[in-house]
């Protein structure tokens, strides 16, 4: 079996004492690399300062080695700051006025993928297999077949992909596009965003779909597919009911005795949805006044990426309008909105999911949004609670149990709060064993097993075209 290398700009690096490191998407790629052996490559988190970063820094796992790289302040900012927070990350989730074009931040961006390029390169041997994930390192697989690379490389992105009209506007959308060719398969998480990139081809007359997943575009031929990116369902089930025994988690359930807790779990970031989705929250009570005092919405919303204005600007419009919805609605002996501004860990959150008769999930777009499963996951098949789900995640392509909401009609969600607090509990276990019975038999290890099964199988295609 070929070794595989996996390619991130974040690596989750294994715990001190050894233990791998948490998260559906680590665990089963750290899975496929204990069995096959082999390397994951990404930036370390830090910066050099203004010096060249120095070596490679390696740590051996079992059959993974893990190899990390500093970057340059420059780099930090332009490359990953710049344009891949504020250029592809709004592009790809629709929210062209938040675009910041600027021609160093995209110069930035082409050169740390070249510069990941040279270094990943020594460590690669020819019959290797290399998976590169996400938005930061789209021109990778080009900048390595420059150097003369003939491994298989795929890719998956873990965000939307947006449709032509929006990815135009981008300056650079043709070199990015030229980027996703030199990959054998390129994978998306829905098939919507597979078809915007179908589209943008046949829009801008620069490639073919060839049928049965095979695209031709500048002289190559690749595969792309829809590949929906799972959890640990099984085992996140069972995260679930052990944390019954945990003591936030208790502590929490006797906080909201005789209450339906809601709970809404985010990275601050503008594509969540998480102001209107206070609106809604607001317009529920309003509407609704028999649920005042009678439900605490939790809000955990650890912060993200602040050091790129558009998010610093938002951690300060939730913080407000919670304070406002809770100070206009709240009472002396009931806080409406809990609003947690830090990360709580993963077998807390399994508990947490379980105590919240709602999860509302209402992202403005999603590429997949692992929280709606994993609240799925960790219901109590009994007495499951109802997810309130947004159509523009990827994930509701998939759950279709939930209640489907579209964020930007906040009477819209605000309605499908009170259904989904006043819903039979025959109807929840119907649609929760439906959502369920998909997640057992889609999770993260299968994903997984597809996308590198069709990785393999891309080794038998003509790479380019006569
Ligand atoms: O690296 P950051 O800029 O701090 O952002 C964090 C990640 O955000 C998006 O990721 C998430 O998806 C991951 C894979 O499905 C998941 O493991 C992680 O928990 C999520 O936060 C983005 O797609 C990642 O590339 C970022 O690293
Ligand atoms: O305080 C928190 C908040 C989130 N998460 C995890 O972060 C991931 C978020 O993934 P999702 O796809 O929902 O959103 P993303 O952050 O990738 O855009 C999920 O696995 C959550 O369990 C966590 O461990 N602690």
Redesign the pocket.
């Known amino acids: 079996m070929s070794r595989l290398i996996v390619v991130s700009n974040r690596v989750p690096m294994p715990a001190k004492d050894g233990s791998a490191a948490a998260?559906?998407l680590a665990v089963a790629l750290q899975a496929a690399l204990q069995a096959r052996g082999g390397i994951w490559m990404g930036w370390s988190g830090e910066s050099s300062g203004d010096r060249e970063p120095g070596a490679l820094s390696q740590l051996q796992k079992g059959n993974i080695t893990y190899a990390l790289t500093d970057l340059t302040d420059t780099d930090v900012e332009e490359y990953y700051r710049g344009f891949a927070n504020r250029v592809l990350w709004p592009i790809c989730h629709y929210r062209l006025d938040l675009a910041e074009y600027g021609r160093k931040e995209m110069a930035g961006y082409f050169r740390v993928n070249r510069f990941f390029a040279h270094r990943l390169a020594p460590l690669i041997q020819p019959d290797d297999i290399i998976w590169v994930h996400d938005y930061h390192l789209i021109p990778l697989a080009a900048e390595l077949r420059q150097m003369g690379l003939k491994n298989r490389i795929g890719f998956f992105l873990?965000i939307p992909w947006p449709p032509a009209d929006i990815l135009v506007t981008m300056p650079v959308h043709e070199e990015i596009m030229r980027g996703l060719s030199h990959y054998d398969l390129v994978g998306f998480q829905t098939d919507y965003d597979l078809q915007n990139f179908a589209g943008y081809l046949r829009r801008e007359g620069i490639g073919d779909d060839l049928g049965n997943g095979l695209f031709d575009s500048h002289g190559r031929i690749f595969k792309a597919g829809a590949y929906p990116i799972g959890i640990e369902t099984a085992a996140f089930a069972d995260f679930a009911e052990r944390a019954a025994d945990n003591v936030m988690v208790q502590k929490t359930r006797r906080s909201v005795e005789g209450r339906d807790m809601i709970i809404g779990?985010?990275?601050l970031?503008y594509s969540k949805g998480i102001i209107q989705r206070l609106e809604a929250f607001e317009r529920f009570l309003t509407t609704n006044p028999a649920y005042q005092n009678k439900v605490t919405y939790l809000q955990?919303t650890?912060k993200s990426r602040s050091e790129v204005p558009e998010y610093e600007h938002m951690q300060k419009m939730v913080a407000e309008q919670a304070g406002r919805v809770n100070g206009a609605i709240g009472t002396v002996d009931w806080v409406p909105i809990r609003y947690v501004n830090r990360?709580?860990?993963?077998n807390v959150?399994a508990g947490l999911y379980r105590l919240a008769t709602i999860g509302l999930v209402t992202p403005l777009r999603?590429g997949?949004?692992?929280?709606a499963k994993?609240y799925v996951a960790a219901q109590n098949p009994d007495r499951p609670g109802v997810l309130v789900l947004s159509r523009f995640a990827g994930a509701a392509r998939e759950l279709k149990g939930a209640l489907l909401v579209n964020p930007y009609d906040v009477e819209g969600t605000a309605n499908a709060l009170a259904r989904g607090l006043a819903m039979s509990l025959e109807e929840r276990r119907e649609r929760w064993s439906m959502m369920m019975e998909h997640l057992l038999s889609h999770d993260v290890s299968l994903w997984c097993e597809n996308f590198l099964r069709d990785l393999v199988t891309a080794a038998e295609l003509p790479r380019t075209v006569t």
Do not use: T
């Open positions: 998260g559906g873990h779990v985010d990275r970031d955990v650890p990360s709580i860990s993963r959150l999603d997949m949004n692992l929280v994993e």
